[in-house]
């Protein structure tokens, strides 16, 4: 016979009884599903543990390297208990269901593992996952590092994160990351492909930390979706060596740093281009798209050609398979130089798409150095740095 003390223990499932107004819950899963990992190695990430207790419910989900987690109010009529259901399945089910109304969870562990969710006439059984196999999330560290106003910080994720590399574009974490850098009363968002890169500075009111964290791009527009659905004007920052943590009323937000060194941005702004071209954003940008079309297909090459004391730039592209384009832009100071250079149209529409205001100054110097561009309202807070390329290559 077998000692029952030396058989191993079961995990029982647990007791659910809850309701929540259907709204609650569809915020809470479009928020949390932002981090459910594929599950194709470890299908435990591709749950939402469920923490029920008094009258809120907190959802939380993670891949291992982001991590989401909100708490949603509840009348909760069971013992609180921890649940993990499949949030895949659980966040297609809230695509699917009326917005209006109640959501009813109710389980019997003495029958089977299945949570059943219940929404008027509609009714679902949920096979409950192991709360044991969910990974362990780190807590807030003590005390934070920043506080940030989330509309000016949105932006800064809009204005940063389009210049870093993908992942799977490159070996080089560092350039798949935005390097943030917080001190003197302000924080610096920083990120380039190596061919271009855009600065953008943040007032700190109530920080006296200093330090910087390697962000991983693709986290920051994650984090920007869900700040976007948080009712909150204010976003707590806190770092561990490890991690980033971004805090709202409701929501923990959090992705593991990149550990590598980000290139020396420093050195590659120019310091010495004296030829500024004034430029209305809208009619810039426009022009801009249209010789898109017939740029080559390998460079995307746009020529810029501006002559001393002229009001205009001449826009200019071509390729062999597409034909040519011509336009000219009025500036709106007549130039105190003459340069030519061609850019990446691409970069340049990305970059002008993503400032504000109705003017743009294009600094720059000759053929062969990079080119500085930044809103003529906000001169130093979003600075943008492209380097020229060969028109025909």
Same mark, same amino acid.
């Given at each position: 016979?077998?000692?029952?003390?030396?058989?191993?223990?079961?995990?029982? %499932?647990?007791?659910?009884?809850?309701?929540?107004?259907?709204? &609650?819950?569809?915020?809470?899963? /479009?928020?949390?599903?932002?981090?459910?990992?594929?599950?194709?190695?470890? %299908?435990?990430?591709?749950?939402?543990?469920?923490?029920?207790?008094?009258?809120?419910?907190?959802?939380?989900?993670? &891949?291992?390297?982001?991590?989401?987690?909100?708490?949603?109010?509840?009348?909760?009529?069971?013992?609180?208990?921890?649940?993990?259901?499949?949030?895949?399945?659980?966040?297609?089910?809230?695509?699917?269901?009326?917005?209006?109304?109640? @959501? +009813?969870?109710?389980?019997? %562990?003495?029958?089977?593992?299945?949570?059943?969710?219940?929404?008027?006439?509609?009714?679902?059984?949920?096979?409950?996952?192991?709360?044991?196999?969910?990974?362990?999330?780190?807590?807030?560290?003590?005390?934070?590092?920043?506080?940030?106003? @989330?509309?000016?910080?949105?932006?800064?994720?809009?204005?940063?994160?389009?210049?870093?590399?993908?992942?799977?574009?490159?070996?080089?974490?560092?350039?798949?990351? =935005?390097?943030?850098?917080?001190?003197? $009363?302000?924080? +610096?968002?920083?990120?380039?492909?190596?061919?271009?890169?855009?600065?953008? *500075?943040?007032?700190?009111?109530?920080?006296?930390?200093? $330090?910087?964290?390697?962000?991983?791009?693709?986290?920051?527009?994650?984090?920007?979706?869900?700040?976007?659905?948080?009712?909150?004007? =204010? #976003?707590?920052?806190?770092?561990?060596?490890?991690?980033?943590?971004? =805090?709202? /009323?409701?929501? =923990?937000?959090? &992705? !593991?740093?990149?550990?590598?060194?980000?290139? &020396?941005?420093?050195?590659?702004?120019?310091?010495?281009?004296?030829?500024?071209?004034?430029?209305?954003?809208?009619?810039?940008?426009?022009?801009?798209?249209?010789?898109?079309?017939?740029?080559?297909?390998?460079?995307?090459?746009?020529?810029?050609?501006?002559?001393?004391?002229? +009001?205009?730039?001449?826009?200019?592209?071509?390729?062999?398979? !597409?034909?040519?384009?011509?336009?000219?832009? *009025?500036?709106?100071?007549?130039?105190?130089?003459?340069?030519?250079?061609?850019?990446?149209?691409?970069?340049? #529409? /990305?970059?002008?798409?993503?400032?504000?205001?109705?003017?743009?100054?294009?600094?720059?110097?000759?053929?062969?150095?990079?080119?500085?561009?930044?809103?003529?309202?906000?001169? $130093?807070?979003?600075?943008? #740095?492209?380097?020229?390329?060969?028109?025909?290559?």
């Amino acid at each position: 016979m077998t000692d029952p003390e030396l058989e191993p223990e079961t995990e029982r %499932p647990a007791q659910v009884d809850l309701s929540c107004q259907t709204k &609650d819950l569809i915020y809470g899963m /479009d928020v949390v599903k932002r981090s459910l990992g594929t599950g194709r190695d470890m %299908p435990i990430l591709t749950g939402v543990k469920m923490e029920i207790g008094g009258e809120e419910m907190k959802l939380t989900t993670t &891949d291992l390297e982001m991590t989401t987690r909100v708490a949603i109010p509840i009348t909760n009529l069971a013992e609180p208990a921890t649940v993990v259901l499949k949030g895949d399945v659980l966040a297609k089910i809230t695509q699917r269901i009326p917005e209006s109304g109640e @959501v +009813k969870l109710s389980s019997d %562990p003495e029958e089977n593992q299945k949570v059943k969710l219940s929404s008027g006439s509609i009714t679902f059984d949920l096979f409950q996952m192991s709360t044991d196999d969910f990974p362990s999330v780190d807590e807030l560290p003590e005390e934070p590092i920043a506080e940030l106003d @989330v509309g000016e910080f949105k932006s800064a994720i809009k204005q940063t994160t389009f210049a870093a590399l993908k992942t799977k574009e490159t070996t080089r974490l560092s350039l798949t990351g =935005v390097n943030t850098i917080i001190g003197e $009363g302000g924080m +610096k968002m920083v990120a380039t492909n190596g061919y271009r890169m855009a600065i953008k *500075s943040l007032p700190l009111s109530d920080s006296d930390e200093e $330090g910087t964290l390697l962000i991983e791009s693709s986290a920051l527009s994650e984090l920007d979706r869900i700040l976007s659905q948080a009712d909150s004007d =204010v #976003v707590t920052t806190y770092a561990s060596k490890s991690e980033i943590f971004f =805090v709202t /009323d409701e929501i =923990v937000f959090s &992705d !593991k740093l990149i550990m590598e060194e980000f290139p &020396d941005f420093e050195t590659v702004i120019p310091e010495g281009n004296e030829l500024p071209l004034r430029i209305n954003r809208d009619e810039f940008l426009e022009t801009l798209t249209r010789a898109e079309i017939t740029a080559s297909e390998e460079s995307g090459a746009v020529r810029l050609t501006v002559e001393e004391e002229m +009001k205009e730039l001449t826009i200019y592209s071509s390729s062999p398979e !597409k034909g040519e384009f011509e336009e000219v832009v *009025s500036l709106n100071e007549a130039s105190k130089g003459s340069v030519e250079i061609s850019f990446k149209g691409e970069f340049l #529409v /990305d970059a002008l798409r993503r400032m504000k205001g109705q003017e743009v100054v294009l600094w720059l110097e000759d053929a062969e150095t990079a080119g500085l561009m930044e809103p003529a309202e906000e001169s $130093g807070d979003f600075l943008y #740095v492209c380097m020229p390329i060969s028109s025909t290559t």
